[in-house]
């Protein structure tokens, strides 16, 4: 228990001090902005991809409406922020603007999110998780798009032209405290009965079912936890900079590239997810040049990159099994397992 | 009654659009059990396919019906290979893997065909060349164009020719044989390969009509064109009861009502969400669609 509550420590005051350098910088040394905006959405993606493997990769139900529960959480948190959020940083003496009044509002702001997309994922998981296969993959996309068609009839979020009021008010810390704690959950998740009973639907839901495990259930756990996870990224994300929540930049698309982050990296296995969300971060940065002369070409290696995956690696780069220090060392002195 | 009229007129041919895109998803879902996801992108393609024909043959000056129905012929021959390329090359090396390989290789196809049309053809609309001059019939107060009409009939006869085709040909027993089921079909001696090709490349030339078709109505075309679209005509499919022919042709033309009918009250900005509405609705209440069976699954 004491070395427990000391790693917490020491990863929140690790990640406070690299906000610190985020921030202001040490001494001569500035984070470049480009770098640094790069970073955080390697650990947003991280959130999205770690909390979409929960269902697609644990439970096995393929999912492929990810984006609607993040733009149910972003738009829910950048509300509450809007409406609420100088008045809860000015109970603590602070103000939205400042990096102190900024931290302060994120934890309700992104409770809300997260309260408001675990909900979505109870209200679309319960009658959409009878369904199998292919046909949940297509309803979850139809509740996402409905989700979308809702906000853009909303005018009090801006409509088809994106929050514009929306505050940034997302910082590093913040980004990869959420990061780690969605790690953090799903780790545990799988190695808990919960997540035993989600690896038996996985592997057979009829076996499973005849096993006397509570499919539907665990089910619809496993999907609400997923969508709540993934509205704390929409808090994340819907307040990183200006502007970046519109009904535009939530669609299919969105949600595809969060899947094919975890197919890269392996389906059902978490550090494939976050080595997935990373490479796939970088790589359209790194391909922006290129992009600017042909718009469109990222997401075609996207797309190719997909379907060779699929021919070649089925499985992904990892399949599922977990990246381990054990990794590193020579094959010859690696433990002995299973 | 006019307005109800003109709204079902309307909406015949918009579903009539939906059908044929419909058509393709259902035949390939009923031989391969994939969800074809790349399917709206032929449609869009076919346009795109028209387009350059049309203007090859500078079309928009010397308009004629004969030279319409050869550019889609030239379409539905482009699509046609087009389809059977998309299976050679990206489903037949998944088709012994899990469905959700087949999927996830679908939705690649599909982001390909759309951004790689992107990179091809530029993401701004294009116009398309007005091959037949739009005209307007009046039948007492209700409208319209030889446009609409033109998509409802060549649709209709589309239809029966593919009720030919699965019913009164070889090819079509066969088609119907691998549906029922796949390895069976193999060991009576039917080329799979071949018959899965085939439907492929059926699917994607009625896709390739409806493209065509859209495009001389609406003459709007760009590259994700096909991504809405697919989707709702998938969506047809399954109100139909996917894998089944007429059932394609039915749950098409519902949607296409529908959301003709929608878009007509003060709620037109769902428009988009009706369809997935009735998906959803659908999937609860009578998963095997309107016209389909239901299946037990044996343990």
Known sequence: MARKLLLITATVAALAALNYIFEYGLGDFQINPYYARIINLIGINITLAVSLNLINGLAGQFSIGHAGFMAVGGYTAAYLTVNAGSSIAA??????????????????????????????????????????????????????????????????????????????ITNFFWIFSMAVLTIVITRNIAVSTFGRALFAIRSDEIAAEAMGINTTHNKVMAFVISAGLA??????????????????????????????????????????????????????????????????????????????????????????????????????KRPVLE | MDTFLQQFINGLSLGAIY?????????VYGVLRLINFAHGDVYMLGAF?????????????????????????????????????????????????????????????????????QVVFGATPRFFPQMIRSQTYSVGNVQITNQSLMIIVVAVILMFG????????????????????????????????????????????????????????????????????????????????????PGAMLGGMLIGLMETWISATSYSTFRDAVAFSVLILILLFRPAGLLGTSVTEKV
């Open chain 1, 231 to 332: 509205g704390v990224a929409g808090g994340l994300s819907g307040q990183l900079f200006a502007n970046p929540l519109s009904p535009q930049n939530l669609n299919f698309v969105r949600s595809i590239e969060v899947i094919v982050m975890i197919v890269l990296g392996g389906i059902g296995s978490i550090t494939g997810a976050v080595l997935g969300a990373t490479t796939l971060t970088i790589l359209p940065e790194a391909l922006r040049t290129f992009d600017q002369q042909f718009p469109g070409l990222r997401m075609v290696i996207y797309a190719l990159l997909l379907i060779l995956l699929m021919i070649f690696r089925p499985q992904g780069l990892l399949g599922r099994r977990e990246f381990t220090w054990a990794w590193l060392r020579p094959i010859r």
């Open chain 2, 162 to 245: 593919l009720e030919f085709i699965v019913h009164r040909t070889k090819i079509g027993k066969a088609m119907r044989a691998v549906s029922f089921n796949l390895p069976v079909a193999r060991l009576m001696g039917i080329n799979t390969d071949f018959v899965i090709a085939f439907t492929f490349a059926l699917g994607s030339a009625l896709a390739a009509v409806g493209g065509v078709l859209v495009a001389l109505s609406i003459p709007r075309i760009d590259p994700l064109m096909g991504l809405m679209t697919g989707l709702k005509a998938f969506v047809a499919a399954v109100l139909g009861g996917i894998g089944n022919i």
């Open chain 2, 49 to 117: 396919a028209g387009f350059y024909l049309a203007n090859a043959f500078d079309m928009d000056a010397n308009p004629s019906v004969l030279g319409t129905v050869g550019v889609t012929i030239g379409s539905m021959a482009i699509c046609a290979i087009i389809g059977i390329l998309i299976e050679r090359l990206a489903y037949r090396p998944v088709r012994h893997h899990s469905r959700l390989t087949s999927l996830i290789t679908a939705i690649g196809v599909s982001l390909l065909l759309e951004y790689g049309g």
């Open chain 1, 91 to 168: 109970a603590f003496g602070a103000s939205v603007t400042d990096p102190i009044g900024a931290s302060i509002v994120m934890v309700p702001s992104l409770l809300a999110g997260a309260a408001a997309a675990a909900l979505a994922g109870l209200v679309v998981g319960i009658p959409s998780l009878r369904l199998k296969g292919d046909y949940l993959a297509i309803v979850t996309l139809g509740f996402s798009e409905i989700i979308r068609v809702i906000i853009l009839n909303i005018p009090a979020v801006g409509g088809a032209t994106g929050y514009t009021d929306a505050i940034p």
């Open chain 2, 19 to 27: 059908a044929l895109i419909a058509l393709g998803y259902t035949m």
